[in-house]
């Protein structure tokens, strides 16, 4: 056993609390991967020795870790948290100030400067309109794709390169980079597939991406976690983020309430054309979603929606065919390096997608739509409750293409009369 699971195993054995109890779980979770040995494989430049590199900092472990390794790889470590919200809690206290604490205690541990900046404004005209908008006429938009364009790869670039003088941003996403055969930067996949977050950097372009270092691209999950606890980062044991930053624990609908109209209407059995009941509002209900239908004891999820009517389409079953569509059309295409040659030839481009973060690679083809700047993706099995405002991500093998968001689906298979086939995805 290597001396590092050793002495977490020591510390474990002998605790006290529960937080302790876990490093005893992570421990031998992770007792074939020591982090001195994980840390030695990280893939970096080589020319770190005293280069300036600015980290983006959440508060995070993923973050905290990544300031540690560019530290102790040599680099000149500036942590920089961002500010790009400033609502305050039921007890008056924004969500934020404690993340920035964390931050503060984080780089005070490494011996490296804590900085905190301010993009309120930015996120808001940028980030936060669009994703009401988007909602107000019945989508489901993704803020994350926009805030990586917009803030973290745009504003905080900007700052770290112009107002501190750095030569590298960095941050805590699990995904890697790649110098292509024309000197360009690829975005790659995460090697940790649970946690690849190349999807929510698919609007991101090449370029901005060239001065751009992702120490936990090569890294799981569980050996990041492993390595703050040996190294005792303070945010070692911190739980997760999850969901929308600026929601937190409310529920949408309530949030939404605050910024647009919600819009009540009617369930609809798309089979019966039945009347169900009512719901509170359709812009807060998407493709694949569980309704919670009064009176009715079998589980029905939503399928599709009329804004003009504010019906919401329901049917019973997961796997019902009207969830099921062989494919979409989208627009607003961003490429990570301009046009695979497959689509500026003309041709169509054989490759794999996703729908959604996490979901499994699926195989498709995809052409522009005569005359548009449109795309038409053509899954090759089909695809459940791919969802209008959504992204569309695209890839050939470990490459991230880039991304487009999701107009509409193609006919579902109940209203071509098809049978599901036995192999789809979900």
């Known amino acids: 056993v290597p001396l590092v699971v050793a002495m977490l195993l020591a510390r474990a054995c002998y605790a006290h609390v529960r937080r302790d109890r876990s490093l005893f779980v992570r421990a031998r979770r992770y007792m074939s991967a020591s982090p001195s040995i994980i840390s030695s494989h990280v893939s970096l430049p080589p020319d770190a020795k005293g280069v300036s590199v600015v980290v983006g900092m959440s508060g995070g472990v993923d973050s905290s870790v990544t300031a540690h390794l560019l530290k102790q790889r040599g680099y000149d ?8 919200w400033d609502e305050k809690d039921e007890s008056g206290e924004c ?11 984080v780089c005070s541990y490494l011996g490296i400067k804590a900085i905190q900046v301010d993009f309120v404004k930015e996120y808001w005209h940028n980030v936060f309109e669009r994703f009401v908008a988007d909602y107000s006429i019945g989508l489901t938009p993704n803020p994350d794709v926009f805030c990586n364009r917009e803030i973290k790869f745009k504003e905080f670039s900007q700052y770290a390169f112009q107002t501190l003088d750095a030569r590298y941003i960095a941050t805590g996403h ?28 698919s609007y991101t372009s090449g370029q901005a991406l060239s001065r751009a270092l992702f120490p936990l ?14 190294e005792g980062i303070p945010t070692a044991n911190k739980k997760n983020s999850v969901g929308i930053c600026f929601i937190g ?32 509002s359709l812009l807060t209900l998407t493709a694949g979603q569980g309704a919670r239908i009064s009176g009715r004891s079998e589980k029905m999820f939503v399928c599709g929606k009329d804004l003009k009517s504010k019906s919401v389409f329901v049917c019973n079953g997961a796997r019902h065919p009207a969830l099921f569509s062989a494919s979409i059309v989208a627009r607003d295409i961003s490429w990570v390096n301009g046009p695979p ?5 003309g041709e169509r481009l ?30 090759d099995h089909p695809q459940r409750a791919a969802s209008p405002g959504q992204i569309v991500v695209l890839y050939q093998g470990e490459v991230c293409l880039g991304g487009a968001i999701i107009m509409h689906t193609g006919p579902s298979y109940l209203k071509q009369g098809k049978t599901l086939p036995s192999q789809f995805y979900i």
């Open 249 to 280: 624990k409310r529920d949408i609908s309530e949030f939404l309430g605050e910024y647009t109209k919600m819009q009540p209407g009617r369930y609809v059995d798309v089979d019966s054309g039945a009347d169900l009941g009512g719901h509170t």
């Open 350 to 379: 054989h490759c794999q997608y996703q729908v959604r973060y996490r979901q499994a690679l699926g195989s498709c083809q995809v052409a522009y739509v005569p005359g548009t700047s449109w795309l038409e993706v053509a899954f």
């Open 95 to 105: 969500a934020g100030e404690q993340d920035w604490r964390d931050v503060q205690a």
């Open 217 to 230: 691209g090569t890294m799981t999950k569980g050996q990041v976690r492993a390595l703050a606890a040996h």
């Open 341 to 345: 040659p497959a689509l500026q030839r």
């Open 174 to 201: 699990y995904v890697r980079t790649n110098i292509g055969p024309d000197g360009e930067t690829q975005l790659l996949r995460g090697i940790d597939r649970d946690k690849d977050q190349s999807y929510f950097l």
């Open 77 to 84: 470590v500036t942590g920089v948290y961002m500010r790009n």
